[in-house]
Structures are given as structure tokens and as C-alpha cells.
């Protein structure tokens, strides 16, 4: 897929956004220590042919995005998510966040509620994650480790069986890792678990070891009826790259019922 991609400016850092389609504003945030690129081709492709705009903001460290590396908390994030709606989108934006980038998500709701339309959180973790898997990331994005451990991780916490982890062992940059597990370390999370008060479509993965069968109804009983909730079969915490096209379609159907808030 080409992309163009354009250079927002915010404080201390500078953000190189992926730009494509015209119409109301998508804004894809990635997961622990990868892009906003390939993993989201796909589902960029299908929203531009539905008539939205997608922003895909590359976190600090990672193409052309620059600013510091530490001492990062979740505001600072939010707060470059702000700068490229402000910026890029026309009106307020539907703000999506994937696996880590659900917090990154989330914060942009509590600290610029004015920019954020509602929020779509796709596979983000329970409260209740095994250690083994917790640290995963860590050794899926370690690029001196051997592949093969590197590997194991991703299978253990990334794809479902019979998917192919191997495409992931790219695409990986290691000190905007360590930037955000340094963030989500100090982070109180609570203030920002349930997005502010704006509308959330929840995407959970069945196969998702992060996020436990017996947790899937936490956010919805907390927050009620502005929580939305879809499962997704055959996925783990990967998701975008195992069921394109399952995501894809929750997504557009979401944002067609919130159509009149969204627009």
C-alpha cells in the first residue's frame, strides 16, 4: 500500500502521520514497540473505501517521529494524538488503539475529550494477565534474542493456533518498547480504564491470553450501556493480521450506527 504520510508538530515532539482517504477521521494507534504500517493496511484500505479518513500516528522513535524517550507517561502520548487530530481531522475523531495503544486510546478521551468522537479498543488486556505472558512483548520485540524464542512468545501470546507468527518478527522497534513499558509501568491506569465518558466499542479476541474469558463483561458492567462488545473467533492478541476481515467489518458496522455522533 503507498502511503503519504505528513510531519505534526507538538511541544517537544514531531509525529509522522500516515494519511489516507478523505471524510470523517479514523486514528489507528499500535500496539507495544511496532508501527502503524503493514499491520494496518488492510483495515486502512477498507475504511478509505468506505468513505473515512485514516490517521495512522507512528509512535516517538519509530519513521520520522522524534521527541523524547523518557519519562513518558500517557498524557504526553495523548497529548501527540491530539496535536494530529487538531491538525489532520476535520472534526473530532474515532480514536482506535491496539493492544497497548488501547491506553494511548483511552487517555486521548480523558485529557482531549473536545478531539475524540468515541473509541474503538481492540484487543486490550484484562486485569488479570500470567507473568509468562505479560512479558511476551518484551521477547517478541527483543532483536537480539533468537528467533526462536522470539517466536515462542509471539505464539504464546499473539497468535492463535495455526496462524503464522512468523510475519511479526519485523516490525518491531526496540527503544519505543522500552519507552512505553516504562509508561505503562508508572501509569495509573484506572484513570483512564473507561475512556472518560465517551462511547467505546470493545473488540476482544476469544483466543486473547491477555484478556481472560471471566473478564470479557468487566468494562461494560463498570461503564454500561456506552460500552459496545464484540468477540472475534480464531484470534489472539495479534488480531489484525489473523482476522482482517472479521475486524474490519465490527468496525465499519460500529461506526455506521454511531454514524450521527461520529459525523
Not at 480523558?110 to 500470567?130: F, M, Q, S, Y
Not at 467489518?249 to 459525523?263: F, K, M, P, Q, T
Amino acid at each position: 500500500m503507498r502511503r503519504r504520510s505528513e510531519i505534526v508538530t507538538t511541544g517537544a515532539a514531531s509525529i509522522e502521520t500516515y494519511v489516507d482517504g478523505r471524510g470523517p477521521a479514523v486514528v489507528i494507534i499500535p500496539s507495544y514497540g511496532r508501527d502503524g504500517a503493514k499491520d494496518f493496511d488492510s483495515l486502512t484500505a477498507t475504511l478509505v473505501n468506505a468513505g473515512y479518513r485514516v490517521l495512522r500516528p507512528q509512535p516517538r522513535g519509530i519513521g520520522r517521529s522524534v521527541g523524547p524517550m523518557s519519562d513518558v507517561g500517557f498524557g504526553d502520548m495523548a497529548d501527540d494524538i491530539a496535536a494530529v487530530i487538531e491538525t489532520l481531522a476535520e472534526q473530532p475523531a474515532v480514536v482506535l488503539g491496539h493492544a497497548f495503544g488501547n491506553f494511548v486510546a483511552r487517555a486521548t478521551a480523558v485529557h482531549h475529550r473536545d478531539k475524540v468522537a468515541a473509541v474503538i479498543l481492540a484487543a486490550a488486556a484484562g486485569k488479570t494477565v500470567a507473568p509468562e505472558v505479560n512479558s511476551a512483548p518484551m521477547r517478541a520485540g527483543d532483536l537480539s534474542l533468537p528467533e526462536a524464542e522470539r517466536l515462542a512468545a509471539l505464539r504464546l501470546a499473539f497468535f492463535a493456533p495455526g496462524h503464522d507468527p512468523s510475519i511479526w518478527l519485523d516490525g518491531w522497534y526496540p527503544e519505543t518498547l522500552a519507552m512505553q513499558v516504562e509508561c505503562a509501568r508508572e501509569a495509573d491506569v484506572d484513570r483512564y480504564l473507561g475512556a472518560g465518558d465517551a462511547p467505546v466499542l470493545e473488540i476482544i479476541a476469544a483466543l486473547d491470553p491477555f484478556h481472560r474469558r471471566a473478564e470479557w463483561a468487566d468494562l461494560r458492567t463498570r461503564y454500561g450501556e456506552r460500552i459496545t462488545s464484540t468477540v472475534i473467533g480464531d484470534a489472539s492478541h495479534a488480531l489484525f493480521p489473523e482476522q482482517p476481515g472479521r475486524v474490519a467489518r465490527a468496525i465499519e458496522g460500529y461506526l455506521r450506527v454511531h454514524s450521527g455522533a461520529i459525523r
